[in-house]
Every structure is written in structure tokens, then in C-alpha cells.
């Protein structure tokens, strides 16, 4: 509960297994360089929401099954209307043993999951900024995506005037700022930063809607599933509309920022490579189909467990 201070700290459940270290793992490796960071056991970083600002730190509990989040600032009045949305951000809710049930009998997912059985797919802070950060990232590695994201935020960012902790001090680019910024020399082919800056453009004037409801989502299952169903297809078709924007981005942010669980990135460089190597004739998105069409309605867990599979083994950032 909020504080006199200026803090509050509250605690988040989580249905275990819950496999915080691979989360902040996740995290980690795609942090924005001067906007979050991943440290000392916590995901951390500076936050705007409903005109009030602050610093947002989550962490795992010692010893119950939630997560603390710790709020400063005057943001932390806030508190209550916060944890809906991070317990989104941090897939807190999703039944591992329905996953783990729909996944038992399948030959290549069921020992990865016997493995990881607590994976989750990290969602996002902000729908925009995943965006931003998937268009950045197509064909580059994370870490080449993450280098990039981090000179936008210094060219075209705000920094935050006596803020606390210097790995947290910028505020991301807003979207009419990054529509606008001279992007010369940003390290990106001059195509994607025109697809960059028309999908900013496109959120700044309202003409692309990228954050969900939040009714819909708080509602989860007992929505409407016709209703959601709707409402993600209008949400696709918006962004794929853009110049620049594929399949893969649109999936993928489906995936984290729209926590549709049955996103699919067909077109994944990784996760083609993982099926192929499971299957020599299963070489392309379209011989694939009927393979990962096997996993609705959980595709996007799928994902998450073959990425996953590949950095365990590689200690890599590859995938997502």
C-alpha cells in the first residue's frame, strides 16, 4: 500500500512453478540500455503512468510464492491500478499445468517443458516500445537490436533530472518525438527507419491503436472469446497494414504486448531452425504449419520453450 513517503510495495501471486531466472534472463538481455535494467535479483526501471512518475523495481520473493513490487515516488499512489498490468507484464496467472498437460504427449515439447517447467513469455512495459524494439530487431541479433535501441534513446529520449539510479534515467523516445527525429547514422538500413518512423507516426496521430484494453485483458478467459478474437485480428491487420512491418513483428508482439497465447512467429529464423533440426523436411514456415498448428492453443508457449532450448544451450541471446 502506498506510503507518506512516496512508496509502496506490494505483493504479486504467482501459480508455480514460476521460473523467475529464465524471466529475468529474458529481460535482461533485451533491457534498454538507460531506461531498465535487470540487477541484483530485480527488473527495474523508471515509469510514467496516469500523469505521475516514478521508479518501478519487481523481484521474486525469498520465500512465498509472489513476486514484491516495489514502487518510489508519486507514482506509488497508483499502486492498486498497477498490478493488473504487471501481472500481465510477468505472466503471472498462466496455469503451468495446462501447458503442460495440452504439451505431455508431444515428442519435442514435452521434454522441454519436463525441463523448464515454470517458462513463461515475458510481456512488456509498453506495447510501443516492443514495437519500436521488434522493428529494430529484425534481421539483427539482440544484442545488435539492444545497442541500437539504446542510441535512439539517447538521441531522441528524455533524460530524467536528478533521477536516483543512472541505469534507469531516460524516458523512451515518445512516439511523435521518435516520428520526427533525424535518425542519420543510427545504425539501421534508411527502409527501417522509414518503417521506424511511419509506425511511430501512425501511434502519435491515433491512427494505430497499440495497446489492448485493459477490461479485455483483465477479464481474460471469461471474455467474450469472440469478442477478443476481434479485437486482436483488427489490432493485427492495423499494424501488418504499415510499410515495413511483416508477419514476424506483428506475431511477435502479439505474443508479449497482447498476450495472445496463441501467437505464432512462423518466419523466426530460431524457431525454423529448431523444427528443422527436429524434422530435415520440415525446412519452411509453410511444411511447418501443420506441425505447429498442433499446438494451439498455446503456440506461443511453444515458442518460448524452443527459444529457451537454444539459450540454455548456447548461453546466448538468440531468440525473441
Known amino acids: 500500500m502506498p506510503q507518506p513517503d512516496g512508496s509502496a510495495t506490494f505483493e504479486l ?133 539492444t545497442t541500437i535501441i539504446g542510441r535512439l534513446v539517447q538521441r531522441v529520449g528524455q533524460r530524467i533530472e536528478l533521477h536516483p539510479h543512472e541505469h534507469t534515467a531516460w524516458r523512451f523516445p515518445t512516439p511523435a518525438a521518435l516520428a520526427s527525429a533525424d535518425l542519420t547514422g543510427i545504425g539501421m538500413p534508411g527502409k527501417r527507419v522509414a518503417a521506424l518512423q511511419g509506425f511511430a507516426q501512425a501511434v502519435a496521430s491515433g491512427a494505430v491503436a497499440i495497446e489492448r484494453d485493459s477490461q479485455c485483458q483483465t477479464q481474460g478467459q471469461t471474455h467474450a472469446a469472440t469478442d477478443d478474437a476481434r479485437e486482436l485480428d483488427a489490432m493485427r491487420a492495423a499494424l501488418l497494414a504499415l510499410p515495413g512491418i511483416g508477419p514476424w513483428t506483428v506475431e511477435y508482439v502479439a505474443m508479449r504486448a497482447w498476450r495472445d497465447a496463441n501467437a505464432w512467429p512462423a518466419t523466426d529464423l530460431v524457431l525454423m531452425q529448431a523444427i528443422a533440426a527436429r524434422d530435415p523436411a520440415l525446412a519452411r514456415p509453410s511444411q511447418q504449419r501443420a506441425r505447429s498448428d498442433a499446438w494451439q492453443p498455446w503456440r506461443a508457449y511453444a515458442a518460448m520453450h524452443l527459444w529457451n532450448e537454444i539459450a540454455d544451450r548456447t548461453s546466448a541471446g538468440r531468440g525473441g
Do not use: N
Open 13 to 145: 501471486p504467482v501459480r508455480a512453478p514460476y521460473d523467475w531466472p529464465r524471466v529475468l534472463r529474458f529481460f535482461a538481455g533485451r533491457a534498454t540500455p538507460g531506461v531498465e535494467i535487470v540487477e541484483d535479483g530485480a527488473w527495474r526501471r523508471a515509469i510514467d503512468f496516469r500523469d505521475a512518475s516514478g521508479t518501478l523495481a519487481v523481484r521474486r520473493h525469498a520465500r512465498k510464492r509472489c513476486l514484491i513490487v516495489q514502487i518510489d515516488g508519486p507514482v506509488s499512489a497508483h499502486a492498486a491500478a498497477l498490478a493488473a498490468p504487471l501481472a500481465r507484464m510477468f505472466d503471472t496467472q498462466t496455469d503451468p499445468a495446462a501447458i503442460a498437460a495440452h504439451f505431455a504427449r508431444d515428442p519435442w515439447l514435452g521434454p522441454l517443458i519436463a525441463a523448464a517447467p515454470g517458462l513463461r513469455v515475458p510481456g512488456a512495459w509498453s506495447g510501443f516500445e516492443l514495437v519500436v524494439r521488434a522493428i529494430v530487431g529484425q534481421q539483427v541479433s539482440v544484442k545488435a537490436a
